[in-house]
């Protein structure tokens, strides 16, 4: 069983929707969580970044995450063709350490 | 200008053969890495420098062996080439080795047949 689990997808979702996606994972160390957008044949951006428990809004986007449950979510309003990618959510336990990731989860936003 | 670049592009090559990869930044981070991503998406990191420092040294085959010769580059060489290498390696940076934000490259596919 890997460390970190995400839904590879793909979600297809039309235009102006929200997008949920979840990431759930088994190291009760991780304190670092992040999300990536990742586009076809580019590499990862980073969108997001949460510290612990809580939730984060920049934007249209929301991170939240419940260490209690082990959870992680984004959340996209308004959803937009360009929002279509792979979303990898990621997480360490120490500032130093190594990022895991999730498989990602490929997102198609239709007009 | 591109932050992140990495040589070449695509890699197409034969079993046994030996090929390098190459990266550079020009962010003047103090911190690399390499990553796999399998067919799959799944990416898995291999190998984090800091300062030209080796760091993280994943269980990755010791055909694998990166080098870096200065802060701004990181080079990925490969001996003996095998079918499961194929796959996109990415390389990335972050400004050091406690940066939450990592900057990717574009990646490399790498073939092997």
């Known amino acids: 069983q890997k460390e970190v689990e995400q839904d590879p997808g793909p979600l297809s979702v039309p235009e102006g929707a929200i997008v949920s996606l979840n990431c759930t994972y088994s190291?009760?160390?991780?304190?670092?969580f992040m999300w990536y957008r990742q586009y076809s044949r580019k590499g990862p951006e980073l969108l997001m970044y949460t510290y612990s428990s809580g939730n984060k809004e920049d934007g249209r986007f929301t991170a939240q995450v419940d260490k209690s449950s082990k959870y992680i979510s984004l959340f996209i309003r308004d959803s937009q063709p360009s929002d279509s990618a792979t979303y990898l959510c990621a997480m360490k336990g120490d500032s130093w350490g190594k990022l895991q990731f999730g498989a990602g989860t490929q997102v198609v936003v239709t007009p | 200008d591109t932050a992140v670049s990495q040589t070449p592009k695509y890699l197409v090559t034969q079993m046994g053969n030996d090929k390098s990869i190459k990266c550079e930044q020009n962010l003047g981070h103090d911190t690399m890495y390499w990553y796999k991503q399998d067919s799959k998406k799944f990416l898995k990191i291999m190998f984090s420098y800091n300062n030209k420092e080796l760091i993280i040294n994943e269980t990755v085959p010791n055909r694998f062996s990166p080098k870096s010769p200065d802060k701004a580059h990181l080079n990925l060489h490969i001996n003996s080439l095998e079918l499961g290498d194929s796959a996109v390696y990415f390389c990335?940076?972050?400004?050091?080795?406690?940066?939450?934000?990592?900057?990717f490259g574009p990646g490399t596919r790498l073939t092997v047949l």
């Open positions: 990335a940076s972050s400004q050091d080795r406690h940066s939450n934000e990592q900057f």
């Open positions: 190291n009760s160390a991780f304190q670092y």
